[in-house]
């Protein structure tokens, strides 16, 4: 069994800045890619970044170089530090990872619980 737990939402105000924390737990064998994505309120779930194992990664367009994904492989753990936040940013934010497990034979997707994330102009 494999569980994601995310960390780190909360309230801010447009400008300040938040780092979330997912950190995956469980019979992991090796994990490839490791990301976020968010959904808010009436709108679908969007990619915010994601990390493959060796570092290369990818954003959304409307992160805009406010974002930085990073990860410690030795911890599973990915983080997401968001700067100069702004209201459109309010959303859930979910983590996502792609994981081998030892028990099972190839690799699925696994998601986190989601942690809010609210920001007041």
């Known amino acids: 069994q494999v569980q994601l737990v995310e960390s780190g939402g909360g309230l801010v105000q447009a400008g300040e800045s938040l780092r979330l924390s997912c950190a995956a737990s469980?019979?992991?064998?090796?994990?490839?890619?490791m990301g976020w994505y968010r959904q808010a309120p009436g709108k679908q779930r969007e990619l915010v970044a994601r990390?493959?194992?060796?570092?290369?990664?990818d954003y959304g367009d409307f992160v805009k170089g406010r974002f930085t994904i990073s990860r410690d492989n030795a911890k599973n753990t990915v983080y997401l530090q968001m700067n100069n936040l702004a209201p459109e940013d309010t959303a859930v934010y979910y983590c996502?990872?792609?994981?081998?497990?030892?028990?099972?034979?190839?690799?699925?997707?696994?998601w986190g619980q989601g942690t809010q994330v609210t920001v007041s102009s």
């Open positions: 990390i493959l194992s060796g570092g290369t990664t």
């Open positions: 996502n990872a792609n994981i081998r497990t030892r028990t099972l034979p190839g690799s699925s997707i696994y």
């Open positions: 469980g019979s992991i064998f090796s994990i490839n890619v």
